[in-house]
Protein backbone atom coordinates (compact mmCIF):
# COMPACT_ATOMS: atom_id res chain seq x y z
CA UNK A 1 0.00 0.00 0.00
CA UNK A 2 1.31 3.61 -0.72
CA UNK A 3 2.26 5.84 2.12
CA UNK A 4 -0.91 8.21 1.24
CA UNK A 5 -3.46 5.20 1.06
CA UNK A 6 -1.99 4.09 4.70
CA UNK A 7 -2.55 7.51 6.06
CA UNK A 8 -6.05 7.23 4.48
CA UNK A 9 -6.61 4.21 5.68
CA UNK A 10 -5.92 5.33 9.61
CA UNK A 11 -8.17 8.04 9.35
CA UNK A 12 -10.53 6.13 7.98
CA UNK A 13 -10.65 3.43 11.11
CA UNK A 14 -10.38 6.36 13.33
CA UNK A 15 -13.59 8.03 11.82
CA UNK A 16 -15.44 4.40 11.86
CA UNK A 17 -14.54 4.10 15.42
CA UNK A 18 -15.69 7.56 16.00
CA UNK A 19 -19.16 6.22 14.71
CA UNK A 20 -19.14 3.09 16.37
CA UNK A 21 -18.90 4.23 19.23
CA UNK A 22 -22.08 6.28 19.21
CA UNK A 23 -23.82 3.06 17.93
CA UNK A 24 -24.20 3.84 14.32
CA UNK A 25 -22.23 3.04 11.08
CA UNK A 26 -20.58 5.39 8.49
CA UNK A 27 -20.83 5.08 4.87
CA UNK A 28 -17.06 6.12 3.61
CA UNK A 29 -15.79 7.47 0.31
CA UNK A 30 -13.26 8.84 -1.76
CA UNK A 31 -15.34 10.36 -4.03
CA UNK A 32 -16.24 14.29 -3.56
CA UNK A 33 -18.91 14.18 -5.56
CA UNK A 34 -20.53 11.52 -3.46
CA UNK A 35 -20.79 14.37 -0.34
CA UNK A 36 -23.33 15.68 -2.49
CA UNK A 37 -25.31 12.48 -4.48
CA UNK A 38 -25.34 10.25 -1.51
CA UNK A 39 -29.21 9.23 -0.78
CA UNK A 40 -30.35 10.39 2.72
CA UNK A 41 -30.93 6.78 3.80
CA UNK A 42 -27.06 6.24 3.41
CA UNK A 43 -26.13 8.92 5.63
CA UNK A 44 -24.17 9.55 7.33
CA UNK A 45 -21.73 9.47 4.72
CA UNK A 46 -17.88 10.55 5.14
CA UNK A 47 -15.88 11.51 2.43
CA UNK A 48 -11.65 11.28 3.17
CA UNK A 49 -9.29 13.05 0.30
CA UNK A 50 -5.41 13.09 0.71
CA UNK A 51 -3.01 14.70 -1.76
CA UNK A 52 0.80 14.92 -1.29
CA UNK A 53 2.64 17.84 -1.90
CA UNK A 54 6.22 18.19 -3.64
CA UNK A 55 8.79 17.14 -0.94
CA UNK A 56 10.83 19.88 0.75
CA UNK A 57 14.39 19.83 0.46
CA UNK A 58 16.26 20.53 3.82
CA UNK A 59 19.64 20.55 5.15
CA UNK A 60 21.64 17.48 5.43
CA UNK A 61 20.10 15.88 3.17
CA UNK A 62 16.70 15.20 4.36
CA UNK A 63 13.17 16.24 2.78
CA UNK A 64 9.84 16.86 4.17
CA UNK A 65 6.90 15.84 3.14
CA UNK A 66 2.93 16.98 3.52
CA UNK A 67 0.07 15.17 2.86
CA UNK A 68 -2.40 17.26 3.30
CA UNK A 69 -6.42 16.10 3.69
CA UNK A 70 -9.92 16.49 4.52
CA UNK A 71 -12.61 14.73 5.70
CA UNK A 72 -16.19 15.59 5.15
CA UNK A 73 -19.08 14.48 6.90
CA UNK A 74 -22.65 14.35 5.97
CA UNK A 75 -25.10 13.63 8.30
CA UNK A 76 -29.09 14.12 8.40
CA UNK A 77 -31.40 15.57 10.57
CA UNK A 78 -28.62 16.23 13.80
CA UNK A 79 -27.84 19.38 15.46
CA UNK A 80 -24.72 20.91 14.69
CA UNK A 81 -23.80 20.71 18.01
CA UNK A 82 -24.12 16.81 17.40
CA UNK A 83 -22.29 17.55 14.58
CA UNK A 84 -19.59 19.56 16.17
CA UNK A 85 -19.12 16.44 18.82
CA UNK A 86 -18.56 14.21 15.97
CA UNK A 87 -16.21 16.45 14.25
CA UNK A 88 -14.17 17.36 18.04
CA UNK A 89 -14.57 13.17 18.83
CA UNK A 90 -12.51 12.61 15.22
CA UNK A 91 -9.83 15.41 15.70
CA UNK A 92 -9.67 14.00 19.53
CA UNK A 93 -8.56 10.40 18.08
CA UNK A 94 -6.00 11.92 16.11
CA UNK A 95 -4.75 14.17 18.50
CA UNK A 96 -4.23 11.12 20.83
CA UNK A 97 -1.78 9.73 18.26
CA UNK A 98 -0.35 12.48 16.15
CA UNK A 99 2.08 9.53 14.38
CA UNK A 100 -1.11 7.91 12.83
CA UNK A 101 1.00 4.72 14.19
CA UNK A 102 4.30 6.02 13.50
CA UNK A 103 3.38 6.59 9.32
CA UNK A 104 3.65 10.68 9.71
CA UNK A 105 5.81 13.00 12.36
CA UNK A 106 3.17 15.26 12.88
CA UNK A 107 -0.70 15.75 12.35
CA UNK A 108 -2.47 18.77 12.35
CA UNK A 109 -5.88 19.28 12.28
CA UNK A 110 -8.38 21.92 12.29
CA UNK A 111 -12.41 21.76 12.22
CA UNK A 112 -15.33 23.39 10.96
CA UNK A 113 -19.25 22.59 10.93
CA UNK A 114 -21.82 24.00 8.52
CA UNK A 115 -25.46 23.76 7.74
CA UNK A 116 -26.23 23.54 4.03
CA UNK A 117 -29.58 24.05 3.37
CA UNK A 118 -31.82 24.09 6.16
CA UNK A 119 -34.80 22.82 3.83
CA UNK A 120 -32.73 19.35 3.59
CA UNK A 121 -31.64 18.45 6.87
CA UNK A 122 -28.28 17.65 6.03
CA UNK A 123 -24.97 18.99 8.43
CA UNK A 124 -21.57 19.02 6.88
CA UNK A 125 -18.88 18.86 9.59
CA UNK A 126 -15.19 19.28 8.03
CA UNK A 127 -11.87 18.55 9.11
CA UNK A 128 -8.71 19.88 7.47
CA UNK A 129 -5.55 17.86 7.97
CA UNK A 130 -1.89 18.46 7.66
CA UNK A 131 0.74 15.64 8.06
CA UNK A 132 4.45 15.93 7.92
CA UNK A 133 7.38 13.61 8.05
CA UNK A 134 10.97 14.25 7.61
CA UNK A 135 13.13 11.60 6.17
CA UNK B 1 56.54 19.19 8.39
CA UNK B 2 53.11 20.55 9.88
CA UNK B 3 51.79 24.06 10.20
CA UNK B 4 50.57 24.89 13.38
CA UNK B 5 46.91 24.80 11.45
CA UNK B 6 47.20 21.30 10.86
CA UNK B 7 48.41 20.43 13.69
CA UNK B 8 45.69 22.23 15.36
CA UNK B 9 43.08 20.21 12.95
CA UNK B 10 44.50 17.26 14.15
CA UNK B 11 44.20 18.25 17.27
CA UNK B 12 40.84 18.87 17.65
CA UNK B 13 39.41 16.02 16.10
CA UNK B 14 41.46 14.04 18.74
CA UNK B 15 39.61 15.93 21.24
CA UNK B 16 36.01 15.21 19.38
CA UNK B 17 37.04 11.68 19.16
CA UNK B 18 37.89 11.45 22.95
CA UNK B 19 34.08 12.89 23.61
CA UNK B 20 32.50 10.06 21.47
CA UNK B 21 34.37 7.77 23.34
CA UNK B 22 33.72 9.01 26.79
CA UNK B 23 30.27 9.50 26.25
CA UNK B 24 29.80 6.24 24.63
CA UNK B 25 27.82 7.67 21.55
CA UNK B 26 28.26 7.66 17.45
CA UNK B 27 29.85 10.87 16.16
CA UNK B 28 31.56 10.45 12.96
CA UNK B 29 33.40 13.71 11.32
CA UNK B 30 31.12 14.95 8.46
CA UNK B 31 32.29 14.13 4.79
CA UNK B 32 32.88 17.97 4.54
CA UNK B 33 33.79 20.17 7.69
CA UNK B 34 31.58 22.94 5.41
CA UNK B 35 28.22 23.55 4.47
CA UNK B 36 25.26 20.81 5.40
CA UNK B 37 25.19 18.54 2.14
CA UNK B 38 26.21 15.48 4.10
CA UNK B 39 23.39 13.08 5.13
CA UNK B 40 23.56 11.46 8.79
CA UNK B 41 21.89 8.44 10.07
CA UNK B 42 18.93 8.06 12.13
CA UNK B 43 20.63 8.63 16.16
CA UNK B 44 23.98 9.07 15.29
CA UNK B 45 25.97 12.35 14.92
CA UNK B 46 28.56 13.98 12.87
CA UNK B 47 30.88 16.75 13.21
CA UNK B 48 33.28 19.10 11.63
CA UNK B 49 35.73 20.80 12.43
CA UNK B 50 36.63 24.74 11.13
CA UNK B 51 40.07 26.59 11.68
CA UNK B 52 40.42 29.47 10.56
CA UNK B 53 44.08 31.37 11.09
CA UNK B 54 44.11 35.29 12.05
CA UNK B 55 46.91 37.77 12.71
CA UNK B 56 49.46 36.49 15.25
CA UNK B 57 49.76 37.64 18.77
CA UNK B 58 52.28 39.49 19.82
CA UNK B 59 54.11 38.55 23.20
CA UNK B 60 57.31 39.96 24.00
CA UNK B 61 59.36 39.06 21.29
CA UNK B 62 57.07 35.64 20.18
CA UNK B 63 54.78 35.97 17.68
CA UNK B 64 52.11 33.16 18.54
CA UNK B 65 49.90 31.83 15.37
CA UNK B 66 46.53 32.31 16.21
CA UNK B 67 43.64 30.53 15.15
CA UNK B 68 39.78 30.67 15.33
CA UNK B 69 38.16 27.23 16.16
CA UNK B 70 34.50 26.01 15.17
CA UNK B 71 33.38 22.51 16.63
CA UNK B 72 29.94 21.70 15.39
CA UNK B 73 28.29 18.63 16.27
CA UNK B 74 24.86 17.31 14.22
CA UNK B 75 22.42 14.64 15.73
CA UNK B 76 20.05 12.84 13.93
CA UNK B 77 17.29 12.78 16.70
CA UNK B 78 14.93 9.44 16.27
CA UNK B 79 12.76 9.92 18.95
CA UNK B 80 12.41 12.15 21.93
CA UNK B 81 14.29 9.66 24.32
CA UNK B 82 16.68 9.33 21.47
CA UNK B 83 17.81 13.87 22.25
CA UNK B 84 17.18 13.26 25.33
CA UNK B 85 19.81 11.24 25.65
CA UNK B 86 22.01 12.75 22.70
CA UNK B 87 21.58 16.40 25.36
CA UNK B 88 22.30 14.24 28.88
CA UNK B 89 25.14 12.19 28.09
CA UNK B 90 27.09 12.87 24.62
CA UNK B 91 26.74 17.49 24.63
CA UNK B 92 27.15 17.14 28.52
CA UNK B 93 30.45 15.48 27.83
CA UNK B 94 31.35 17.68 24.77
CA UNK B 95 30.32 20.51 26.88
CA UNK B 96 32.37 19.34 29.93
CA UNK B 97 35.46 18.75 27.43
CA UNK B 98 35.20 22.07 24.63
CA UNK B 99 34.24 24.76 27.07
CA UNK B 100 36.88 23.85 29.50
CA UNK B 101 40.55 25.77 28.90
CA UNK B 102 42.05 22.97 30.13
CA UNK B 103 41.03 20.75 27.70
CA UNK B 104 42.73 22.98 24.71
CA UNK B 105 45.61 23.83 26.99
CA UNK B 106 46.55 20.38 26.82
CA UNK B 107 45.53 19.91 23.08
CA UNK B 108 48.84 19.55 20.99
CA UNK B 109 50.31 22.47 19.41
CA UNK B 110 48.24 24.64 21.58
CA UNK B 111 49.90 27.20 23.57
CA UNK B 112 46.84 28.80 25.52
CA UNK B 113 43.06 30.16 24.05
CA UNK B 114 43.43 34.18 23.63
CA UNK B 115 43.69 35.97 26.84
CA UNK B 116 40.60 37.41 27.68
CA UNK B 117 38.56 34.73 25.84
CA UNK B 118 36.37 32.03 26.68
CA UNK B 119 35.50 28.82 24.64
CA UNK B 120 31.97 29.48 23.76
CA UNK B 121 29.13 27.25 22.56
CA UNK B 122 25.59 28.31 20.22
CA UNK B 123 22.24 27.45 20.98
CA UNK B 124 21.18 24.65 19.59
CA UNK B 125 19.53 24.82 16.26
CA UNK B 126 16.88 22.17 14.70
CA UNK B 127 16.40 21.40 10.69
CA UNK B 128 14.51 18.93 10.35
CA UNK B 129 15.68 15.81 12.96
CA UNK B 130 18.97 17.09 13.18
CA UNK B 131 20.00 19.33 15.95
CA UNK B 132 23.24 21.38 16.03
CA UNK B 133 25.11 22.94 17.93
CA UNK B 134 28.53 24.93 17.73
CA UNK B 135 31.49 25.33 20.60
CA UNK B 136 33.77 27.95 19.52
CA UNK B 137 36.91 29.01 20.55
CA UNK B 138 40.08 31.82 20.02
CA UNK B 139 43.44 29.46 20.55
CA UNK B 140 46.92 30.35 20.44
CA UNK B 141 49.62 28.49 18.86
CA UNK B 142 52.99 27.28 19.57
CA UNK B 143 55.22 29.31 17.92
CA UNK B 144 57.14 28.29 14.73
Redesign the interface.
Known amino acids: MSRIGAIREAVETIVTAAYTTGGEAVTISSDPESIETVPKDQLPHAVILFAEDDPER?????Q?RRVNGQVVLAAFAISRETMDARIEAIRDAIFSDVTLGGLV?DVTAEAGVTISNPEDSIVYGTLDISTEE?F | MPTPFETLYGSVKTMVAAIATASGATITQATSNYGDDFRITPGTARYQVQVKPSEDWPRATVSYPRASVVVSIHHYVSSLADEESFLHVTMSYATDSLLEKSTWQVAAGVFDLEPDTEPEISDGEREGNVISFSFTASVLLDPV
Not at chain 1, 58 to 62: D, M, P, S
Open positions: LAFKQRNV
